[in-house]
């Protein structure tokens, strides 16, 4: 074979890549290249070859690749690097590199050779998803973990020009109400209103932030004293006065608003926001859109109040639970239940579970709580077992539970106890507690594995969002957190592509993939297109006691093959 037909031959072999390959010569000169590299660049190989860096990409990018180039010429082996390039289009691309050096008929390095791995599609997913970290997908306002994060950053600065600043916690009055009135589409609606109207509010310094459900927090990072701190909060409560057009009707909407001051009431961004939290409860007890400014009285009472009854509610019987059942989006039946822990108290009334389990936890009455729910809802499930319907049972697994040293044995003596088989159980633990101290977590879900218990990552994407972790550790599920549900009416909005991101990445990692918070059928349209797994939320059923299951479970909706 002549030198030609060998060099066509090699052409030929080349161009057969679907990725983009080049090779350049030492002084960085390209010496040739495949069609996928001309499709990417945009330019026949003929204005290609003989041409440098600089001749088919902008300064920047040519600097990047001629210093990369540079660095592989004096190291050897093989180079890998992420980098942009611009296509012919003009879009900018990330892409990985891979280069190698070639040696001549003489030993010596002639030149180069590399291929290009396009990444953007896996750069934008993995964006978005540490964009939905640290924002409200309903509102696009920070969540907690941002708002948090932003308040240290402003108690650093408060601290460095001894000044103070202001923490507003604002809870919508009525929610509730519109919420079970009107459904759960018009509640949200009226949350994105209250976000867009408290946004308006606030000044460009001021930050703005979701963290709970109807429960917002506005800090203000320079504040002259008490007085001009509830100003600032009347500010936000007159914001929400003007009638709200909601689901055709017009509501009149009020907020209780309570603030607490840096230093006064608290010298770090969780007892802030604590006592402002104190302080909305009372605001909320003097009637509505009151605002009220943290006093000492405020944590004693309302906390004190709280906890003193938790601790007889478990031995007075106030304690429940409910059970959302999880459908199977392929074949319609109910495969599982979500224990809910619910606690009515005689004077209290229903006490809402984000009220009352952050005592639980900063008490350690978690823990028997913990150890009641576990086998309460084992032996609801050995229940369904012996009534011919066996379903698996999940139970939430707060990170004081699980980082015990013998968190694993009782959940055998559950286990035991009950005569419940490992498989009917399924943990779920949130993503900052699997990230806590990561070689302690993998052997302590170890010995959850062996024992035949099933793990789920409860509320993913508000968190870590490693794919890390996931790999590392022996999950069996993702249960992605309702802030993800898509919504049919944003075919390409953020919701809808992070949603088909999740469920692709967890196929790919062999995890089972359940969305929780679906309220319409259209949202199972979609989750079904996404091939997601199961599902549960209020269109599938809402939270009953544990023999009213069967009867939902029975006549579970069934998905439409398409």
């Known amino acids: 074979m002549s030198e030609d037909e060998l060099l066509h031959e090699l052409q030929s072999v080349i161009d057969a890549i679907a990725a983009p390959v080049f090779y350049k010569d030492r002084a960085g000169v390209y010496r040739g290249c495949n069609k996928a590299f001309e499709k990417y660049l945009g330019r026949p190989r003929a204005d290609i070859v003989g041409t440098t860096v600089y001749d088919v990409a902008p300064r920047d990018l040519a600097d990047t690749y001629r210093d990369a180039d540079e660095a592989l010429f004096r190291q050897g082996g093989v180079q890998v690097y992420e980098a942009k390039v611009r296509t012919g289009d003009g879009s900018r691309r990330d892409v990985v590199f891979y280069k190698a050096l070639f040696h001549g008929r003489h030993g010596r390095v002639s030149g180069l050779v590399g291929t290009i791995l396009d990444i953007t599609e896996r750069k934008e997913a993995e964006r978005a998803l540490e964009h939905q970290a640290f924002h409200d997908s309903l509102t696009g306002l920070p969540n907690r973990a941002l708002f948090m994060d932003r308040l240290e950053v402003a108690l650093g600065a408060a601290r460095r020009r001894n000044d103070r600043l202001a923490v507003a916690y604002v809870d919508v009055d009525r929610f509730k109400i519109v919420n079970d009135t009107l459904g759960h589409a018009a509640g949200d609606d009226l949350l994105r209103e209250v976000g867009r109207r408290l946004t308006a509010a606030c000044r460009e310094s001021e930050t703005i932030a979701r963290i709970g459900a109807d429960e917002f927090a506005v800090l203000f990072p320079s504040v002259a004293d008490g007085p001009a701190a509830v100003a600032e909060g009347n500010r936000l409560a007159l914001a929400l006065r003007p009638e709200l057009g909601i689901a055709g009707r017009d509501l009149h909407m009020t907020a209780s608003v309570g603030v607490a001051l840096f230093p006064e009431d608290g010298q770090d961004a969780e007892s802030l926001l604590r006592c402002a939290d104190h302080a909305m409860y009372r605001a909320k007890q003097g009637g509505r859109n009151h605002v009220v400014l943290f006093s000492p009285a405020d944590r004693d009472a309302s906390r004190l109040e709280l906890e003193t009854c938790l601790h007889r509610a478990l031995e007075r019987g106030e304690l429940s639970l409910r059970y959302q059942p999880q459908v199977d989006l392929r074949t319609g039946r109910v495969t599982a239940a979500e224990a809910l822990l619910r606690w009515d108290h005689p004077r209290l009334g229903a006490v809402m579970p984000d009220r009352f389990i952050p005592v639980a936890e900063e008490t350690g009455l978690i823990i028997p709580i913990g150890a009641w729910v576990l086998t309460e809802a084992c032996r609801q499930a050995v229940g369904w077992r012996e009534a011919g319907s066996p379903l698996r049972v999940a139970v939430n697994v707060s990170a004081l539970q699980f980082h015990r040293n013998d968190f694993a044995e009782l959940v055998a003596a559950a286990l035991h106890d009950t005569g419940l088989e490992p498989g009917g159980l399924e943990l779920e633990l949130t993503e900052s507690t699997v990230v806590r101290e990561l070689e302690r977590t993998s052997r302590q879900m170890q010995r959850l594995?062996?024992?035949?218990?099933?793990?789920?990552?409860?509320?993913?994407?508000?968190?870590?969002?490693?794919?890390?972790?996931?790999?590392?550790?022996?999950?069996?599920?993702?249960?992605?957190?309702?802030?993800?549900?898509?919504?049919?009416?944003?075919?390409?909005?953020?919701?809808?592509?992070?949603?088909?991101?999740?469920?692709?990445?967890?196929?790919?990692?062999?995890?089972?993939?359940?969305?929780?918070?679906?309220?319409?059928?259209?949202?199972?349209?979609?989750?079904?297109?996404?091939?997601?797994?199961?599902?549960?939320?209020?269109?599938?059923?809402?939270?009953?006691?544990?023999?009213?299951?069967?009867?939902?479970?029975?006549?579970?909706?069934?998905?439409?093959?398409?």
């Open 449 to 562: 594995r062996d024992l035949g218990v099933r793990l789920t990552v409860d509320d993913f994407g508000t968190g870590y969002s490693s794919l890390r972790y996931l790999q590392r550790l022996p999950i069996g599920a993702l249960k992605i957190d309702r802030s993800f549900a898509p919504n049919p009416e944003e075919a390409c909005g953020e919701r809808v592509l992070l949603a088909q991101a999740i469920i692709a990445l967890a196929h790919g990692l062999r995890l089972e993939v359940i969305a929780e918070g679906i309220e319409t059928d259209e949202q199972l349209a979609l989750l079904r297109r996404f091939e997601c797994d199961a599902a549960q939320g209020f269109v599938l059923g809402h939270p009953v006691v544990g023999g009213e299951l069967l009867r939902r479970g029975e006549a579970a909706p069934t998905p439409d093959p398409e």
